[in-house]
């Protein structure tokens, strides 16, 4: 009997150590996939200190579109709405530092100003001059700061879900924050479909092995992203900056949104001037997962129109 109760118990030992394993095989086949299929390439590119992954897609000469992901996210986000932009712009896709395939490195400053500033030197080593950018929450706030702070590089700027101005009403988040229980810093599964369940209103089938793949990435980042969260957080809101924002300007939010209350695409509007505001209803924190097609049609007709005005002006 103790000789199948241990058989047993290796048996159990084994499966849990394997199971998010073959989630994380599955992930690299998938990711694979789906960039060969939106016609990206996987191109490491290398700025002072350190090198940052990147998909790259599109024409050498055509308009380059910046995809920026959210915090603890990666570039894999923007995969299926990258499709429908890859046969007009040149793209360029990273993984913030401390993200994705990039190394997290302790004291490495994860701060939006230096998130903002590793990707002018991407810029720069990829030889791309000025670009139309898309931030996704805390990509939206490296992506404003790189408006107000690097304007001659930026064509226009579009905003989904963004993360970098107070909250005008209580926010899940920020009460679980307070409260000592950040939602983003798991220990367990639970606290992980917790947490999934915050990033949308209305998610794609995901098979279990991915979940729990996912979910045992996060336990294991978790010191990690508690180092990126606390240098993200605590950089200058920008509303000062706003009125700054000279280019055209697209926000773009989910109704649902629990990540980022749907109030604060207010404060946005009422900061840059002549900004547009499309509100997703039944959609929450990330519309390019949740309503790919939808999310990506705002998109080009923002693009198509800030094209022309990057045309017409000096």
């Not at 590119?45 to 992901?69: C, D, F, N, S, W």
């Not at 639970?190 to 979940?211: C, G, H, K, N, S």
């Not at 509303?239 to 989910?254: D, K, T």
């Not at 604060?264 to 924190?285: F, K, R, V």
């Amino acid at each position: 009997m103790l000789v199948v109760v241990a058989v047993l118990a290796i048996v159990a030992a084994c499966v849990w150590w394997t199971y998010p394993r073959v989630g994380d095989v599955l992930f690299e086949v998938i990711a694979r996939v789906e960039s060969r299929r939106s016609r990206l390439k996987a191109i490491t590119v290398p700025i002072k200190g350190m090198t940052l992954a990147t998909y790259q897609g599109g024409e050498r000469h055509a308009p380059a579109l910046l995809l920026l992901h959210g915090f603890s996210a990666d570039k894999g986000v923007w995969l299926g709405f990258a499709r429908h932009f890859v046969d007009d712009y040149r793209l360029l896709i990273p993984d913030l530092a401390g993200h994705g395939k990039n190394a997290f490195v302790a004291g490495g400053d994860y701060s939006i100003a230096a998130q903002a500033r590793r990707m002018v030197a991407m810029l720069d080593a990829c030889h791309i001059d000025k670009v139309h950018v898309i931030g996704s929450s805390m990509g939206a706030y490296v992506a404003t700061w790189l408006a107000t702070h690097y304007p001659q590089r930026v064509i226009s700027l579009g905003l989904i879900g963004a993360a970098g101005v107070h909250l005008p009403q209580p926010n899940e988040v920020e009460e679980l924050v307070n409260r000592g229980d950040n939602p983003f810093l798991i220990h367990s599964r639970a606290q992980f479909d917790r947490f999934f369940a915050m990033t949308m209103a209305a998610p794609p089938y995901i098979p279990e092995v991915l979940l729990a793949a996912e979910a045992h990435t996060y336990i294991r980042r978790r010191e990690a992203l508690t180092e990126i969260f606390a240098n993200f957080s605590d950089s200058p809101r920008l509303e000062p900056w706003l009125p700054q924002v000279r280019v055209p300007s697209l926000i773009l939010w989910g109704r649902e949104d629990r990540m980022v209350p749907v109030a604060s695409a207010h404060t946005w509007l009422a900061g840059i001037p002549h900004a547009h505001l499309e509100i997703l209803d039944g959609i929450g924190h990330l519309p390019m997962i949740e309503c790919t097609e939808q999310t990506a049609a705002h998109c080009r007709r923002f693009l198509e129109r800030a094209k022309v005005y990057s045309s017409i002006r000096p």
